[in-house]
């Protein structure tokens, strides 16, 4: 059974950091692309950032370029999240996700993944 479990997010100030956990079980986590996504009331379900399998390619939003920052250690089934500067408008559910790698570069569509975590929540106040 594979579990994508999140876990670090909270209440911050604007300006202020956290950094997010995703921790994979039940799957071959090293064959697969891992991406952030997040979702904010009323809104749909946005891609954040991904990474590939070895680690050696990302990709960013727009929105969060310079501010984020994606990372994996393969040898503990975990992907974090690094959000620095962050602002009111990061206020979300963000989600982690696993999609099979096969080399073709960013996944950013929600149909593409195999696997969702549960969420974790981040709200910046102003």
């Known amino acids: 059974q594979v579990q994508l479990v999140e876990s670090g997010g909270g209440l911050v100030q604007a300006g202020g950091s956290l950094r997010l956990s995703c921790a994979a079980s039940?799957?071959?986590?090293?064959?697969?692309?891992m991406g952030w996504f997040r979702q904010a009331p009323g809104k749909e379900r946005e891609f954040v950032v991904g990474?590939?399998?070895?680690?050696?390619?990302?990709s960013y939003a727009d929105s969060v370029k310079g501010r984020f920052t994606i990372s994996r250690d393969n040898a503990k089934n975990t992907v974090y999240l690094q959000m620095n500067s962050l602002k009111p408008e990061d206020t979300a559910i963000y989600f982690c996700?696993?999609?099979?790698?096969w080399g073709r570069g960013v996944v950013r569509t929600t149909s593409r993944y195999d696997y969702w975590g549960q969420g974790t929540q981040v709200t910046v106040s102003s």
């Open positions: 996700a696993a999609a099979v790698d």
């Open positions: 039940g799957l071959s986590f090293n064959t697969y692309y």
């Open positions: 990474i590939s399998w070895s680690g050696s390619s990302t």
